[in-house]
């Protein structure tokens, strides 16, 4: 019942979406159309009541037709990359420039078919002649080959979707569109999925009012072990890139422009969050017990200094606690 609300809530907001034209809220109310399309489909495949199949048909027809107003609107505001033609010394009309590489290219970066005649802007029949002509043949899978893959990757990994799937699969060296993974996963564990993929993180839309108003900047540790750790930044309204940097240490001040001896800033913010002052005397000992579990505050504890904070947060209150006991004794 819970997720048949949602699932109203969600398609009253998409209907709406269609009148104030707000084509970044746009794609991802198509996002969220694709997955209510597929799980009714589902669904439809796993009821044997006669009127719940024509209720859920009902749904799914009223879903995919508004998919198809929005994705209407948003193509028209995303026009497609034209390929390009070459003129030839004869008659007739140009030849499209396109070569070997650029299939090879978006067919080993997972892209379907019908995606990549869509990305060159050529229809599938005209791909597949060129497919022909520069010999670009895939190796043969079949369903049952594929679901005895598919079933070795989770007996591994239990909670494997169908990016990671994909990719074990493509690192095997199979090509599989992405339909017959889910059409496998869904036949070996169908509903359970498909409820699943409604807890799926969304990226979040957010708006900058120009240039230079809101960086972002990160590091990468995962390679620390050999001393290299990345370092970047940039624009959250161009996407341009500010810096990327490779260094051997974390602490780089000319890349930050952070001096750990200068002065604190005075922030002013609008979080809700708020850690009250304290007024409490504490003894050296004390001091020192502090100072014994936390040595280096600024050192990263793997939890974005949550760690820290409770460790700290813990002394505090044995603190607290042993004063309010002497004071009722």
Known sequence: MEYFQELISDYQECYRRQFDLNIILV????????????????????????????????????????????????????????????????????KLDITAEQISFLRNMGS????????????????????????LREEFITDEQLRISIQEILNITTNAGEVYILGALM??????????????????HGVGRAMRSRKT????????????????????????????????????????????????????????????????????????VVIPAINIELTPQQYEEIENAVPNPLLEDNNYGVTHYLTVRRIVQNILNQNLELLLD
């Open 171 to 188: 690192a095997k060296g199979y090509n599989i569109p992405r339909w017959r993974v889910r059409d496998c996963l869904y036949a070996l």
């Open 201 to 272: 993180i969304v990226r979040r839309v957010y708006r900058v009012k120009g240039s230079n108003y809101l960086w972002h900047m990160d590091s990468n540790h995962k390679l620390v072990t050999f001393r290299f750790i990345f370092h970047g930044c940039f624009d959250g309204y161009s996407r341009m890139i500010i810096y990327l940097e490779c260094k051997s240490n974390n602490k780089n001040e000319e890349l930050y422009g952070v001096d750990e001896h200068g002065p604190l800033p005075v922030l002013e913010t609008d979080n809700n």
């Open 112 to 135: 379907s078919w019908t995606n990549i005649s869509n990305t060159l802007g050529v229809s599938r029949r005209t791909l597949f002649r060129y497919r022909e002509m520069f010999n």
């Open 27 to 94: 794609e991802e109310n198509l996002i969220t159309l694709e997955d209510h399309c597929f799980i009714l489909n589902r669904l439809l495949t796993n009821v044997d009541n006669d009127l719940l199949q024509e209720k859920f048909q009902n749904l799914h027809s009223m879903e995919w037709q508004l998919h198809s107003i929005l994705q209407n609107l948003f193509d028209a505001q995303h026009p497609g990359y034209v390929t390009t033609t070459v003129r030839n010394d004869g008659v007739g009309r140009p």
